[in-house]
T-cell receptor, first 111, second 112 residues
């Protein structure tokens, strides 16, 4: 198994642009999580899905952020419009039972 | 939301020494997990201890859980430079009541 796959690994964009981050969870995992990590705020849970259904999006910072999971093998996190304070590493993780498996992350830089 | 609070925030030791990190949480849990994050990488699961367990071992790792004190500790014995990383605990509630998040972690530096 290739593990959790995220793309792109690095993204540099300008303020105001739309950014889409992608995640492919491990096959058979029924939970998918999106996290954001910064030096200031640490690792924050943004949203998670169970069987493709969003369960808790209370961590999504504002309406500029949206996440979808159209099927069991794909999820997106979209930021529109992006701002410099969105610069962070975004991790996707999937889970079966209790253990979470993390992807390598997408390092987002908004200029 | 439920999260663990790791202590200390940073720890620096010599190679070969033991490293102990602590985690405290606030509510009843189903289990507690420890994760490691190497710089610039995603978190990697290390070990899980269930609420009815008091101690668990995995290689050089030893985890304890005291549900009465709502605390856990992670001991790494005979540390190596490769153990340099941040360590996070994740208290997990029962199924159907997930509000999972991580604390700020303990940053461990093992000096060769």
């Amino acid at each position: 198994d290739a593990g959790v796959i995220q793309s792109p690994r690095h993204e540099v964009t300008e303020m105001g642009q739309e950014v889409t981050l992608r995640c492919k969870p491990i096959s058979g995992h029924d939970y998918l999580f999106w996290y954001r990590q910064t030096m200031m705020r640490g690792l924050e849970l943004l949203i998670y899905f169970n069987n493709n259904v969003p369960i808790d999006d209370s961590g999504m910072p504002e309406d500029r952020f949206s996440a979808k999971m159209p099927n069991a093998s794909f999820s997106t996190l979209k930021i529109q419009p992006s701002e410099p304070r969105d610069s962070a590493v975004y991790f996707c993780a999937s889970r079966v039972v209790d253990e979470q498996f993390f992807g390598p992350g997408t390092r987002l830089t908004v200029l | 939301s439920q999260q663990g609070e790791e202590d200390p925030q940073a720890l620096s030791i010599q190679e070969g020494e033991n490293a102990t990190m602590n985690c405290s949480y606030k509510t009843s849990i189903n289990n507690l997990q420890w994760y490691r994050q190497n710089s610039g990488r995603g978190l990697v699961h290390l070990i899980l201890i269930r609420s009815n367990e008091r101690e668990k071992h995995s290689g050089r790792l030893r985890v304890t859980l005291d549900t009465s004190k709502k605390s856990s500790s992670l001991l790494i014995t005979a540390s190596r430079a490769a153990d340099t990383a941040s360590y996070f605990c994740l208290p997990t509630l029962g199924a159907g009541s997930y509000q999972l998040t991580f604390g700020k972690g303990t940053k461990l530096s093992v000096i060769p």
